[in-house]
Structure formats: C-alpha cells, structure tokens
C-alpha cells in the first residue's frame, strides 16, 4: 500500500519560513519525480516544486527564489524548504510522487501565512 504523508505545515507569519516533509513508503522513490502541489480554496491544484531521481528540480514562477525542494532517498522523504513566505502562498500543500501516468497524493497539510 502506497503512502506519502505530509507534515510541517501550521501559521507562519508574512517573511517566515517553513519546512514541509513527505515520508513516502510502499514504493521505490528513487523511480519517482517527487513534487509539491498546492490548492486555495476555489482555485484549482497547481505544482509548486518537483524534484527528479537524478536531481533536476522545477519550480513555479511564483515560489522561484523563495522555495528550495530536496529529497532524502535513504529515508524516502522529500522536502519544501518555504523561505519569504506571502500571505497568498495560503493553500494546502500536497505531496506528489510521479511515475508515468501514475501519481500518487499525500493528505496534505495547511500552510497559513498571516499575521
């Protein structure tokens, strides 16, 4: 059974940092690009970051700079390292792991950036 499970999402305030984790099991990752996906209310699922078994990352305009995607295969885990946060970067972040044409999610966890 295939399981990502997200953690370190929570309240930050507007310029603050925070660290979300995905623990993968019940696949290979090393065989999946690895990504980071966020969905606002009302607005549809977009990708934020992705990552490739050989290291390739990628990154949407909006997080450029600001966001650093990594991975861990000895501990199947993969990470989003959110620097400068903006109060629009608000959404639920979901874990992705993509092979093909088959993707697996995470649950997801909430990022608020208020103050």
């Known amino acids: 059974q295939v399981q990502l499970v997200e953690s370190g999402g929570g309240l930050v305030q507007p310029g603050g940092s925070l660290r979300l984790s995905c623990v993968a099991s019940?696949?290979?990752?090393?065989?999946?690009?690895m990504g980071w996906y966020r969905q606002a209310p009302g607005k549809q699922r977009e990708l934020v970051a992705a990552?490739?078994?050989?290291?390739?990352?990628n990154y949407a305009d909006s997080v450029k700079g600001r966001f650093t995607i990594s991975r861990d295969f000895a501990k199947s885990t993969v990470y989003l390292q959110m620097s400068s946060l903006k109060p629009e970067d608000t959404s639920v972040y979901y874990c992705?792991?993509?092979?093909?044409?088959?993707?697996?999610w995470g649950q997801g966890t909430q990022v608020t950036v208020s103050s």
């Open positions: 992705n792991a993509h092979w093909g044409s088959t993707h697996y």
């Open positions: 019940g696949i290979i990752t090393s065989m999946y690009v």
């Open positions: 990552i490739t078994s050989g290291g390739i990352t």
